[in-house]
């Protein structure tokens, strides 16, 4: 049934698609995979870097669209903590770019204003990336329409592990005792506080994995998986992904329209 729906939903203008949305069902907080840049390029005989440099059109396109639709909160996977050990060539281009697109997109975050946050282990960052993020942090702090979250040397584990150390320094100096310890405080120390969690999770080009995000945080989200290599990841992808985010029942574990016994 929701292969047929999908094949109408393709012969649909971006108007129409727009027109089906329910507003009160839009996700809050979207978060994406952006995968498949570099066979974006292979398959135009182009170098890797030209997929990524792609890439930042359908970023761009994706924050926009979030505004338009009053989404709140996008949290989007730039670099992972594994991706470093990829050739030390495509790493230096992937910092480039980075530096590139906060030292020219900064002016446009502000005037839509959308506050830019990085999570990750940024310490790790050259320093030169490291001042463009500090500074882009520090000039849209005051912008509340939307939160753009870019995780960068970001892994999953390593953020619960920083969230451990938080919580054991918060016992260490007296501020809680080790056994108020729970889920709710555990949460006050993840990169992503104060967040609430995805509502659903996009991963482009076809990959069905999580590749260490946000591993605590996507408990209960919707995942949708699509063979779209990420630079051709535009509005209608997006429009079509929200699309089918409506259709899911979000039990949370719960039994939903049921008789009480
Ligand atoms: C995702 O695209 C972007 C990053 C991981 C930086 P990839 O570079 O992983 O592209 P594929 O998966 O090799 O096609
Ligand atoms: C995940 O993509 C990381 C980002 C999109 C930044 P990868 O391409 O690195 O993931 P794997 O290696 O296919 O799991
Ligand atoms: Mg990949």
Known sequence: MAHHSALT????????????????????????IMDGNGRWAELRGLPRIAGHREGINSVRDMISQCLELGIQALTIYAFSQENWNRPTQEISALMGLLEHYLSTERASLIEQ??????????????????????????????????????????GGRAEIVDAVRGLLADVQSGTIEADQIDEALLQQHLYTHPLPDPDLLIRTSGETRISNFLLWQLAYTELCFTPTLWPDFRRREFLMALLEYQKRERRFGRVLSAVPS
């Open 9 to 32: 939903f393709d012969q649909l203008s971006e108007r129409e698609l727009t027109a089906k949305l329910e507003p009160e069902l839009l996700p809050k907080h979207v978060a994406v």
């Open 113 to 154: 204003q959308v506050r830019f946050r990085a999570i990750g282990r940024l310490e790790l960052l050259p320093e030169s990336a490291q001042h463009w993020v500090r500074t882009t942090e520090q000039d849209t702090a005051h912008l509340d329409k939307m939160v753009l979250t870019v995780a960068l040397s970001y």
